[in-house]
């Protein structure tokens, strides 16, 4: 299963190709996978209040390649918004996911050390946790944690998106 942290993920590949990096999420999901079965695709992410028609066709493609996506309006933070909750979904998700024995492997997509707790957990019952993100909000107590890496840097001709599909 792979479970994705949407911000966390869009804000390494912009910082990755000063600003212009385009992933493909099949490119992507194919190189985490490699010869594994792909079970099933989490992607956690925010959008503006009222708002979430500008990322539905998005979330429509996605759906239909095999993520469930989890999506919450931004909490409002003085003069802008502030993604909220993203992280303990995705962390519950893991753990959920990995009690129930619905994977033997997680690749979590983020860089964030938030993270270490819960992938050290699910590694207690059994289960195989890989990470994979950019360089720039990589953690390395999360890197560390992780029982793989993928350095998305290193593969990125590999996930670089087509401009014709998304």
């Known amino acids: 299963m792979v479970f994705v942290d949407g911000q966390n993920l869009v804000r390494g ?17 194919d190189e985490l996978v490699g010869d594994r079965d792909f079970v099933r695709g989490y992607w956690f992410d925010s959008h503006e ?12 493609f996605l759906e239909t390649n095999g993520f469930r ?19 303990i ?6 753990i959920a996911r990995g009690f129930t024995d619905a994977y033997d492997v ?4 983020t860089g964030d050390r938030d993270f ?5 957990y699910v590694q207690d019952q059994g289960k195989v946790v890989e990470a994979a993100a950019f360089e720039e909000p990589m953690s390395d107590a999360l890197r ?17 998106r087509d401009e014709r599909r998304f």
Do not use: C, W
Request: charged fraction near 35%.
């Open 49 to 60: 209040p009222g708002n979430r028609g500008e990322k539905e066709s998005f979330y429509g």
């Open 89 to 94: 979904r995705l962390a519950t998700e893991l």
């Open 116 to 120: 270490v707790r819960a992938v050290r």
């Open 69 to 87: 996506v989890d999506s919450t309006e931004l909490n409002r933070d003085g003069d802008g918004f502030k993604e909220k909750e993203a992280d």
């Open 144 to 160: 560390r944690a992780a029982d793989g890496y993928t350095h998305l840097d290193d593969v990125a001709d590999a996930i670089r």
């Open 106 to 109: 997680a690749v979590v997509v």
């Open 13 to 29: 590949a912009k910082q990755f190709g000063g600003g212009s990096f385009d992933y493909d999420v099949n490119s992507l999901v």
